[in-house]
Nanobody, 127 residues
């Protein structure tokens, strides 16, 4: 019932910023918890951030390495979840995916089987 499309990736210099978007082209994203994952070259996919549905007060979580630099938010009118990334580092490079689920716990400590995934958007941090 839900279809997700990520956008906003690209090449950015260290210290720069990017904003990623996760738009639901089908379905009402507000009902879902939404997570951002990333996968760096040669590494396993890891959770980055998560935001709960509006019913659960849009609670947010971040993995330790991005705390203070990234901010997740959602815009119901646009049926979209965003990931604002600031002070980017080379280690932030990877393919970023959004995932959604009606009942998955909004955790950033482990890779979980979220029901819906987007196709990913590439983020490259390099000088």
């Amino acid at each position: 019932q839900l279809q997700l499309v990520e956008s906003g990736g690209g090449l950015v210099q260290p210290g720069g910023s990017l904003t990623l978007s996760c738009a639901a082209s089908r379905g009402i994203l507000d009902y879902y918890n939404v997570a951002w994952y990333r996968q760096a070259p040669g590494k396993e996919r890891e959770p980055v951030s998560c935001i709960s549905s509006s019913e659960y007060m849009r609670t947010t979580n971040y993995t330790e390495s991005v705390k203070g630099r990234f901010a997740i938010s959602r815009d119901n009118a646009k049926n979209t979840v965003y990931l604002q990334m600031n002070s980017l580092k080379a280690e932030d490079t990877g393919v970023y995916y959004c995932a959604a689920d009606l009942d998955q716990m909004c955790l950033t400590t482990i890779v979980l089987p979220w029901d819906y995934w987007g196709q990913g958007t590439q983020v490259t941090v390099s000088s």
